[in-house]
């Protein structure tokens, strides 16, 4: 299928290596954030989220780092795979609202 | 669990021609959201449902586009007349604490 992202920002990485990639978010108010992966052809897939109560959350091989003094928002993902070669999507919600608000998003590219 | 269904996946229409796409949520899932994805651009947020209730449309283009989610389960988005520039995938997605997405119209204007 036709791919997502043809001029989005790319991160090229070593299979095996860690992959970092980062969001500025826009809205100091939000207080919700989630990552998303997205494949050609298929819609965004819930990775991980964040409340902004929080500065760090993990999952399955997967970190999420919230700075809220900065607006920024990064995810980590230990030991790169080649399923994991997609364009991710970081979004935040406003609070009071149940609105995602999509950031820009990366390429990231698994060399075997 | 079955995910959010849409249809049809692919479309193509001419230009001044109407299409309609149509979405199952995840069952019980209150919340439904209609986004337009153009290439090379995040998901942006075209209307947003509570139940059968409105919560936010203030980025529909609401002289072209439409949407309705009779009964608070299934919902319709419907593009009249198209435009060139409304190529682009349609996505579905709801939510009861997580969204969940659909996988998407990809709509074609010639």
């Known amino acids: 299928g036709e791919s997502v992202g043809l001029h989005l920002p790319t991160l090229s990485v070593q299979e095996g290596d860690n992959s970092i990639i980062n969001c500025a978010y826009s809205n100091s108010a939000s207080d919700y954030f989630i990552w998303y992966k997205q494949e050609s052809g298929k819609g965004p897939q819930f990775i991980i989220d964040i409340r902004s109560n929080m500065d760090k959350r993990q999952g399955q091989r997967v970190t999420v780092l919230l700075n809220k003094t900065v607006k920024h928002l990064s995810l980590q993902i230990a030991a790169t795979q080649p399923g994991d070669s997609a364009v991710y999507f970081c979004a935040e919600t406003p609070i009071g609202t149940y609105k995602y608000i999509f950031g820009t998003g990366t390429r990231l590219k698994v060399l075997a | 669990e079955a995910g959010v269904a849409q249809s049809p996946r692919y479309k193509i229409i001419e230009k001044r021609q109407s299409v309609a796409f149509w979405c199952n949520p995840i069952s019980g899932h209150a919340t439904l959201y209609w986004y337009q994805q153009i290439l090379g651009q995040g998901p942006k947020l075209l209307i947003q449902f509570q139940n059968n209730g409105v919560v936010d449309d203030s980025q529909l283009p609401k002289d072209r586009f439409s949407a309705e989610r009779l009964k608070g389960v299934d919902s319709t988005l419907k593009i009249q007349p198209a435009k060139l520039e409304d190529s682009a995938v349609y996505l579905c997605?709801?939510?009861?604490?997580?969204?969940?997405f659909g996988p998407g119209t990809r709509l074609t204007v010639t």
């Open positions: 997605a709801s939510s009861l604490s997580s969204q969940y």
